[in-house]
């Protein structure tokens, strides 16, 4: 069993940046494909980020290529999504999940989640 815990989110004027850690425990960290997901309300989750074992292969969403970026340091069995020039529209509960999966963006191929950190964001 794996268990996520997120940190980092909070409110923040447009513009701004964010640093969101997500903290896990067992031992198998490094073996795992990392998301990052969001949920704004009304709406359904979506991927943001994901990041392989390495962190030689990262995607990015459209929405937030450019702005966010996604790292892991498997020795300290955390996985990061910085956030800059944040948007209104960046306003969601944010979930970090690791998937057993060589490589996966389906929110489905995704086996342990943590419980959300909320970030929003004014204009």
């Known amino acids: 069993q794996v268990q996520l815990v997120e940190s980092g989110g909070g409110l923040v004027q447009a513009g701004g940046s964010l640093r969101l850690s997500c903290a896990a425990s067992?031992?198998?960290?490094?073996?795992?494909?990392m998301g990052w997901f969001r949920q704004a309300p009304g709406l359904e989750r979506e991927i943001v980020a994901a990041i392989d074992w390495s962190g030689g292969r990262t995607y990015y969403a459209n929405s937030v290529k450019g702005r966010f970026f996604i790292s892991r340091d498997n020795a300290k069995n955390t996985a990061y999504l910085r956030m800059n020039s944040l948007k209104p529209e960046d306003t969601a509960v944010y979930f970090c999940?690791?998937?057993?999966?060589?490589?996966?963006?389906?929110?489905?191929?995704?086996?342990?989640w943590g419980q959300g950190t909320q970030v929003t964001v004014s204009s």
């Open positions: 999940a690791a998937s057993f999966a060589t490589w996966s963006l389906t929110l489905t191929n995704y086996n342990y």
């Open positions: 067992g031992r198998a960290f490094s073996t795992y494909t």
